[in-house]
């Protein structure tokens, strides 16, 4: 059975994530992370204005310092079209796999909890679902960023929660009876994850 690269790469991540969290070894520390968000589009998508979009992501974390962290994991959104303009609604689904680095720093040397900066990459592809059957394709793979800004507030025990702001980029491209085109989402999200130290 063929597997599609889009897939492959789904399963690649979803391994990473796997073997983060079960390795555990004495004197490194391993994180998960599930992150929910609600995303503003910041562009027009094929001349339509999106809708708050919402997303999910799960990440394994692992600390090479207490400077540095490095994560992977699985990444799912949902954008649609704003029906003020029209009757019929498209659904986007972008769904792939999440790499980066979080730098953590102190702005002074009391402060209890640290602030971080997530510099990272998507690798993924959109998927849309109409009424109109023209509207109805799947992208191609696509390497995308993340920048954010957040803080890690350590809670109770091994738990911690991390509220974040955050930019994100990835441009898709499709192909149409014209020849190719591009689907580009920028959005900000202002997100809370729940962080679980293994």
């Known amino acids: 059975m063929k597997i599609s690269r889009h897939h ?4 690649i991540g979803f391994l990473m994530l796997c073997n983060l969290i079960a390795l555990q070894t004495y004197g490194q ?17 094929l001349d339509q ?3 708050i979009g919402n997303g999910i992501e799960l990440t394994g974390i692992y600390n090479l ?11 799912w959104s949902r954008f649609d079209t704003d029906e003020s303009r029209n009757e019929e609604d498209i659904e986007y689904t972008q769904k792939g796999i999440v ?4 730098f953590n720093f102190k702005i002074i040397e009391k402060q209890k909890h640290l ?10 592809n959109v998927a849309s679902s109409s009424v109109i059957e ?9 390497i995308g960023t993340q920048l954010g800004l957040g803080m890690s507030i350590k809670s109770l025990g091994h738990w911690s929660i991390l509220p974040e702001l955050r930019y994100s980029s990835s441009s898709h491209r499709i192909d149409v009876t014209s020849g190719n085109d591009f689907l580009s989402f920028n959005t900000v999200a202002i997100t809370v994850a729940i962080q679980r130290s293994l």
């Open 8 to 11: 492959l790469a789904i399963k």
């Open 29 to 45: 520390q391993y994180n998960v992370e599930l992150r929910p968000t609600l995303h503003s589009p910041t562009r027009t998508v």
């Open 49 to 51: 204005n999106l809708r």
């Open 65 to 75: 310092s207490n400077r540095t962290d490095v994560y992977a994991g699985l990444l």
């Open 99 to 102: 790499l980066g680095t979080l």
């Open 115 to 124: 602030f971080y900066v997530r510099t990272g990459f998507t690798y993924s």
């Open 134 to 142: 023209t509207a109805n394709f799947e992208s191609k793979n696509a």
